[in-house]
């Protein structure tokens, strides 16, 4: 946090009369959650969803950073669409793209996804929190005893931290690390029993 984000959004999450984001969890993940809100997040909205884009489709219109403004019905008559249904056409969303591996793919980033980039600039560290955030609710629902989550977590997990530390020597190696013990510690049913609490005492309305 900027000490202007301090000032304006930082709280005081158990109640102890001091906003202490550097050594208290709870108010540090209260303060960031406060943030998003103020920032206009849309509780149980989408963020992001997979894209695909026609050979026509204008491509200086990828990643603009802008606030999404064009509707869906828009983006699909100028050639990129959702991969699945069930979005209004009227919803706003900015299209996308990472390129991987050995591929390009596509995403469509909603006002959620833009209220992350306020937090961090980076459409890349974004993507990564959703995901990791994705991983969290599977475990929360329940799912952690499935070891294809726990798969899902630790690469997403990966991803996370290699954004984040980037051509760091050793980047990769401390990815692999810190997904293995997430997908270790979310095979044990105690530990996700008490995150999973943890996470619903912390952020009730979040």
């Known amino acids: 946090f900027m000490p202007s984000s301090v000032r304006n959004f930082a709280v005081d999450n158990n109640g102890d009369g001091t906003i202490d984001i550097w050594n208290n969890k709870g108010d540090a993940i209260a303060s960031v959650a406060n943030y998003f809100k103020g920032n206009g997040w ?86 990564a929190a959703w995901q990791l955030g994705e991983a969290i609710e599977h475990l929360v629902t329940g799912l952690s005893g499935d070891p294809t989550v726990r798969g899902f977590a630790a690469d997403t997990v990966k991803q996370f931290v290699v954004g984040m530390v980037g051509d760091l020597p050793g980047a990769d190696r401390v990815g692999e690390i810190v997904g ?27």
């Open 42 to 127: 849309q509780y149980r909205a989408p963020v992001f969803t997979l894209a695909k884009k026609s050979a026509n489709f204008d491509e200086q219109l990828l990643n603009t950073k802008a606030k999404p403004s064009r509707s869906l019905n828009e983006l699909r008559n100028l050639g990129i669409t959702p991969v699945t249904g069930g979005f209004p056409g009227t919803l706003a969303a900015e299209a996308l793209s990472y390129q991987l591996e050995d591929a390009m793919e596509y995403w469509l980033g909603f006002t959620n996804y833009y209220v992350i980039t306020r937090y961090n600039r980076s459409q890349m560290y974004a993507l």
């Open 180 to 206: 293995d013990a997430v997908a270790g510690l979310l095979a044990d049913p105690v530990f996700s029993g008490e995150f999973a609490s943890l996470l619903g005492a912390l952020l009730p309305d979040f």
